[in-house]
């Protein structure tokens, strides 16, 4: 195992799979608090920088409505600021990538360069891009710099037009051609750090990862920490995610889906320290940033689960924070939500599947669902049903799940068609 196990664990250098002790707080008095010096006032806001999208330090970057507008005609198409102005949206995604991924300092005075040569009006274009914590680095870059030497300002421009180029290249003809064409242009050996530094920035977290079966996945991660797996499971794709989940042990469970919903942004280098060491025993993955966590992710974790982790999970969290558990809700349809349904949108789900799926769905059904699914068939379609359901006889609660999890994806494509309403958390009342 690479030596890198020491950070396997998020707040964890001891080890993997050692649990996070977490020392108790006691709040000081009042007293205490008179005896405190005053706090200084904060420092004057940067110019450059823009109210933060979000709370913590991810690499997610910020939208331009309408993206850039038309480039003036005094700043020539075949330059590398018509190049840069073009392209902004790429160009600010290498400029992200500069300051805030694990990179020399003397990268982040590149930066600061970068914006200094190319000028107010085309640095803007990029700037306005950048988000929070990016736009902080790149500020203080640029407030640094006194004067630029000729030779640094040739060196940094190239090395951002060439990885600019990459970028236009792998768009238009895929990695391979841009690879072709980087050999030519600058050779072999440049092209390849160029290929590798482009492909990193695009490339999903944990590749490795998402290319195993659950079953192979939940094995690996079960002995890391909580918020580490938490981590990694709001990386994967949702049904990727939700079958791992699945694997758990209860309380397990439980944990890890706290966690997740209340997971906002963390640092490309926590990030890239948990890919790494999760991985190194394979290879070492591509880096890049993304932005992790939240109700939403949850939401379509459990969206792909069974209903008995769907409520395990739910239940959990009320009790930790029913405003939470809200918010999850809010922003998911179990199959418990289908005797939400109006009356003719749970009719055509009705007729949408035969009285043996029916009969097996809801076998594990609660109450509440049985009578609204009764209601919506008639009394001698019901008994047919209930007969079935007899006939079946003990059945595994996978199987059942697998049932339910179909209708809920059919009530959810008639959702997006525009077919039915769905009425997610508390509905309000009627009046």
């Not at 450059?48 to 999208?53: F, G, H, N, T, Y």
């Not at 948990?274 to 932005?291: F, K």
């Not at 699914?373 to 009394?379: I, N, T």
């Not at 001698?380 to 059942?400: A, C, F, S």
């Amino acid at each position: 195992m690479s030596t890198d196990n020491q950070a396997r664990v998020l707040g964890n250098t001891s080890g993997m799979g050692e649990q996070v002790t977490i020392s108790t707080w006691t709040p000081p008095t009042r007293k205490q608090l008179a005896t405190k010096p005053a706090l200084p006032a904060p420092p004057p806001r940067p110019v450059l920088a823009v109210a933060p999208s979000a709370t913590g330090r991810g690499m997610s970057m910020q939208k331009v409505a309408g993206g850039p507008p038309t480039r003036p005609s005094y700043i020539p198409a075949d330059s590398l600021r018509g190049r840069v102005w073009d392209q902004a949206d790429d160009g600010a995604r290498i400029l992200q990538d500069m300051v805030l991924s694990d990179r020399p300092p003397a990268v982040k005075v590149d930066a600061g360069i970068l914006l200094v040569v190319l000028g107010d009006e085309v640095a803007s274009e990029l700037i306005k891009r950048l988000n929070w914590w990016a736009l902080v680095e790149v500020t203080t870059a640029v407030s640094q710099i006194k004067e630029v030497d000729p030779k640094d300002e040739q060196r940094v421009t190239v090395d951002f037009d060439e990885n600019l180029r990459a970028r236009q290249w792998v768009r238009q003809g895929g990695v391979e051609y841009a690879r072709r064409l980087l050999d030519r242009a600058v050779g072999r050996g440049k092209a390849t750090s160029i290929m590798e530094a482009t492909t990193e920035v695009t490339s999903p977290r944990f590749h490795l990862l998402r290319q195993l079966p659950p079953r192979d996945v939940a094995p690996f991660i079960v002995h890391e920490h909580p918020q580490t797996i938490a981590l990694i499971l709001s990386q994967l794709a949702p049904e990727q995610a939700a079958a791992t989940l699945d694997q758990l042990a209860e309380d397990l469970q439980k944990d890890i889906a706290y966690r997740i919903a209340t997971l906002e942004n963390v640092t490309p280098a926590v990030l890239k320290l948990v890919e790494e060491s999760i991985e190194a025993i394979l290879r070492n993955v591509l880096g890049g940033n993304q932005d992790v966590g939240g109700p939403k992710i949850l939401a379509d974790i459990l969206n792909l689960t069974g209903s008995s982790t769907e409520r395990t999970v739910l239940e959990s969290l009320d009790g930790s924070s029913h405003q939470l558990g809200e918010k999850v809700r809010n922003v998911m349809f179990t199959f418990d939500d289908i005797g939400k349904l109006a009356g003719q949108d749970l009719g055509v789900l009705v007729k949408a599947f035969s009285l043996d799926d029916w009969a097996v769905a809801l076998k594990a059904a609660q109450a509440p669902v049985k009578q609204r699914v009764k209601e919506a068939m008639g009394e001698t379609q019901w008994q047919e049903l209930i007969d079935k359901m007899e006939y079946l006889g003990p059945m595994r609660l996978r199987d059942v799940e697998a049932l339910q999890i179909q209708m809920v994806h059919r009530v959810r494509e008639m959702e997006a068609a525009g077919s039915v309403t769905i009425v997610r958390g508390t509905p309000d009342p009627y009046v």
